[in-house]
């Protein structure tokens, strides 16, 4: 899709997005654009108000000292105008402001709905700033066309109507050539600059998601000490960005300086008309200064005109790229008329599963097993066999390309995610916090759960006298990604959530894997007794840990290998025998 197809793509958007909500406000809207029309007239009548005044003052037609009547009248037509375009603009706030809340929540949403590929394939950084953009790009464009542009074309109608009507039409047809030349110098060289504003854009989103991808690897930054190295690429980012901005801001002086030629050329054409009337005693001083005063209102809103074409045209892009966001699909949606999942005792049921991330490598062939309910069914495997790709699955973040999974016989492709979601609790490897309190980091588990029951579940997870002796106890702010805290305390608090969620169906995926033998033994002790009576996978890679689950799957390179009890696995003498020797070896 070429820039103009996307931008007139974006502008349908916009009008398709908007048409809801300007019909919710539609009488702001109206008293809107009723004060803008007496904004404009009142404009429209001071220059005339200064002509009366000036002939009134002239010796020659001069009646009175003071023409205090048309002085009044006057100041009341410049209050006016005042009044009416303050007001226009408070009343328009709520609605470009809100439309901008609007934009941003749908996009925020709409993310959420996403895949998890989409988002392993994204960078941050860039992403933030595409949202930032497009949303600001959304109010501004509102704005600009209803509080700029708008106003300006009506005050351009009406002043060349006004000549037309009250002057030779010399003056009028000198005015409309002077606006038609600045609209072409105006769309010709911002074409030609835009280019250039582009790059820079895009040497902005590509520095901006270098920093934060750095600095969400802060720590890995410090351990190899490459904090030079992270400097140079992020300057040569700032390098590629400043050529950009060099080039666009000189675009940007030739385009003001082609602007002023053309109306300079035209301010002066027209007063030399003025003048010439004046001298032949067709018009008088009045009329003189009513044109001048008229054009300059004319032609001051001009300069704002073209800082907007090219700040639309600019809008229309960052709102494509927004829009582009929306309208990625979903790799994973909810069936039409989906019911939610009706949870009686949990059995899960892999039925000849098969899977691929990406066709050319599969990663799960024909796998099929069961956990019966209120039962404990441990995985494991060497690195890459598919167990983390079973609990993606169980969770939905992938549907499978054949077979079925099913809890209680309902097929997961056939209920809402969201109760899939909402029935099984994880306690994962990487336990991933907000950086917020600890209090709120146990709550997220049941974001409406009262305080006693946050607290029984700190205790229950064994954190509660950790959270009780650090100096803001539950207020500590975990910092981000949860850095402050240890891998035993980050898991603790993972403990505690999934205990405040209270679900049926467990999942542990290698939650112990990264802990050290003592930190395990504890948590362990802690999966051991939330797992009772619920239906539990555990996905281990110790297999210390799993050693009285009521059944043992083997895994190889996507295939199950073996099952079994952890007694009839090592009498078998198969793989899990053989992986058992290893970490008893590697441990000793």
């Given at each position: 899709?070429?820039?103009?197809?996307?931008?007139?793509?974006?502008l349908?958007?916009?009008?398709?997005?908007?048409?809801?909500?300007?019909y919710?406000?539609?009488?702001?809207?109206?008293?809107?654009?009723?004060?803008?029309?007496?904004?404009?007239?009142?404009?429209?009548?001071?220059?005339?108000?200064?002509k009366?005044?000036?002939?009134?003052?002239?010796?020659?037609e001069?009646?009175?000292?003071?023409?205090?009547?048309?002085?009044?009248?006057?100041?009341?037509?410049?209050?006016?105008?005042?009044?009416?375009?303050?007001?226009?603009?408070?009343?328009?706030?709520?609605?470009?402001?809100?439309?901008?809340?609007?934009?941003?929540?749908?996009t925020?949403?709409?993310?959420?709905?996403?895949?998890?590929?989409?988002?392993?394939?994204?960078?941050?950084?860039?992403?933030?700033?595409?949202?930032?953009?497009?949303?600001?790009?959304?109010?501004?464009?509102?704005?600009?066309?209803?509080?700029?542009?708008?106003?300006?074309?009506?005050?351009?109608?009406?002043a060349?109507?006004?000549?037309?009507?009250?002057?030779?039409?010399?003056?009028?047809?000198?005015?409309?050539?002077?606006?038609?030349?600045?609209?072409?110098?105006?769309?010709?060289?911002?074409?030609?600059?835009?280019?250039?504003?582009?790059?820079?854009?895009?040497?902005?989103?590509?520095?901006?998601?270098?920093?934060?991808?750095?600095?969400?690897?802060?720590?890995?930054?410090?351990?190899?000490?490459?904090?030079?190295?992270?400097?140079?690429r992020?300057?040569?980012?700032?390098?590629?960005?400043?050529?950009?901005?060099?080039?666009?801001?000189?675009?940007?002086?030739?385009?003001n300086?082609?602007?002023?030629?053309?109306?300079?050329?035209?301010?002066?054409?027209?007063?030399?008309?003025?003048?010439?009337?004046?001298?032949?005693?067709?018009?008088?001083?009045?009329?003189l200064?009513?044109?001048?005063?008229?054009?300059?209102?004319?032609?001051?809103?001009?300069?704002?005109?073209?800082?907007?074409?090219?700040?639309?045209?600019?809008?229309?892009s960052?709102?494509?790229?927004?829009?582009?966001?929306?309208?990625e699909?979903?790799?994973?949606?909810?069936?039409?008329?989906?019911?939610?999942?009706?949870?009686?005792?949990?059995?899960?049921?892999?039925?000849?599963?098969?899977?691929a991330?990406?066709?050319?490598?599969?990663?799960?062939?024909?796998?099929?097993?069961?956990?019966?309910?209120?039962?404990?069914?441990?995985?494991?495997?060497?690195?890459?066999?598919?167990?983390?790709?079973?609990?993606?699955?169980?969770?939905?973040?992938?549907?499978?390309?054949?077979g079925?999974?099913?809890?209680?016989?309902?097929?997961?492709?056939?209920?809402?995610?969201?109760?899939?979601?909402?029935?099984?609790?994880?306690?994962?490897?990487?336990?991933?916090?907000?950086?917020?309190?600890?209090?709120?980091?146990?709550?997220?588990?049941?974001?409406?759960?009262?305080?006693?029951?946050?607290?029984?579940?700190?205790?229950?997870?064994?954190?509660?006298e950790?959270?009780?002796?650090?100096p803001?106890?539950?207020?500590?702010?975990?910092?981000?990604?949860g850095?402050?805290?240890?891998?035993?305390?980050?898991?603790?608090?993972?403990?505690?959530?999934?205990?405040?969620?209270?679900?049926?169906i467990?999942?542990?995926?290698?939650?112990?894997?990264?802990?050290?033998s003592?930190?395990?033994?504890?948590?362990?002790?802690?999966?051991?007794?939330?797992?009772?009576e619920?239906?539990?996978?555990?996905?281990?890679?110790?297999?210390?840990?799993?050693?009285?689950?009521?059944?043992?799957?083997?895994m190889?390179?996507?295939?199950?290998?073996?099952?079994?009890?952890?007694?009839?696995l090592?009498?078998?003498?198969?793989?899990?025998?053989?992986?058992?020797?290893?970490?008893q070896?590697?441990?000793?």
């Amino acid at each position: 899709m070429n820039e103009k197809t996307q931008q007139r793509a974006a502008l349908a958007r916009v009008f398709q997005a908007l048409a809801p909500y300007a019909y919710r406000y539609r009488w702001r809207i109206a008293l809107v654009l009723a004060l803008l029309t007496i904004a404009k007239l009142a404009n429209l009548g001071v220059p005339i108000g200064f002509k009366a005044i000036v002939d009134a003052l002239t010796p020659s037609e001069q009646w009175i000292a003071v023409p205090i009547a048309l002085l009044l009248g006057y100041g009341a037509l410049r209050l006016l105008a005042a009044i009416a375009g303050e007001m226009r603009t408070i009343l328009f706030a709520r609605v470009h402001i809100g439309a901008r809340r609007r934009a941003a929540l749908d996009t925020f949403n709409h993310l959420h709905a996403l895949g998890l590929r989409f988002h392993l394939e994204r960078r941050t950084g860039g992403l933030a700033r595409v949202i930032e953009r497009g949303t600001g790009a959304m109010e501004d464009f509102l704005y600009y066309c209803v509080i700029t542009i708008a106003p300006t074309l009506f005050e351009i109608a009406i002043a060349t109507a006004f000549l037309m009507y009250a002057y030779p039409n010399v003056f009028a047809l000198t005015t409309l050539a002077t606006l038609a030349a600045y609209v072409a110098v105006t769309i010709v060289v911002t074409e030609w600059r835009t280019r250039y504003y582009r790059k820079m854009i895009e040497s902005d989103h590509e520095s901006a998601a270098l920093a934060v991808d750095s600095l969400l690897n802060y720590e890995t930054v410090k351990y190899f000490a490459n904090e030079a190295h992270e400097a140079a690429r992020y300057d040569k980012g700032l390098d590629h960005w400043q050529a950009a901005a060099e080039k666009s801001w000189f675009t940007l002086g030739v385009l003001n300086a082609a602007q002023a030629i053309v109306i300079a050329l035209g301010l002066t054409t027209l007063m030399w008309l003025a003048a010439s009337e004046v001298a032949a005693k067709r018009m008088t001083i009045g009329d003189l200064v009513l044109i001048n005063t008229l054009l300059i209102q004319l032609f001051v809103p001009l300069n704002i005109l073209g800082m907007m074409y090219r700040d639309i045209k600019q809008a229309l892009s960052d709102m494509g790229k927004m829009f582009e966001l929306l309208e990625e699909k979903r790799e994973v949606q909810d069936a039409p008329e989906a019911p939610d999942l009706q949870v009686r005792g949990g059995e899960i049921r892999f039925e000849n599963v098969s899977f691929a991330y990406d066709d050319r490598r599969p990663i799960l062939f024909d796998v099929s097993f069961t956990v019966p309910a209120g039962h404990t069914v441990a995985v494991v495997g060497a690195s890459g066999a598919g167990k983390s790709t079973l609990a993606r699955l169980l969770y939905r973040f992938y549907d499978v390309r054949s077979g079925a999974i099913r809890i209680d016989g309902m097929d997961l492709r056939n209920v809402t995610q969201h109760s899939l979601r909402h029935a099984i609790g994880i306690v994962p490897q990487d336990t991933v916090l907000f950086n917020d309190t600890l209090y709120r980091n146990i709550a997220y588990g049941d974001v409406t759960a009262s305080h006693e029951r946050i607290i029984d579940a700190a205790r229950r997870a064994r954190i509660h006298e950790f959270i009780e002796s650090l100096p803001d106890g539950y207020e500590t702010i975990v910092g981000e990604r949860g850095l402050k805290l240890s891998g035993g305390e980050k898991q603790r608090v993972a403990i505690a959530r999934t205990l405040l969620k209270n679900p049926p169906i467990l999942l542990f995926d290698e939650a112990t894997s990264a802990l050290d033998s003592a930190t395990e033994r504890e948590i362990q002790a802690q999966l051991d007794a939330i797992a009772q009576e619920r239906t539990t996978l555990v996905i281990a890679h110790r297999l210390s840990t799993i050693a009285s689950a009521d059944q043992i799957i083997v895994m190889s390179e996507g295939r199950i290998v073996e099952r079994g009890t952890h007694e009839a696995l090592l009498a078998a003498g198969g793989a899990y025998a053989r992986l058992w020797a290893l970490q008893q070896a590697e441990e000793a």
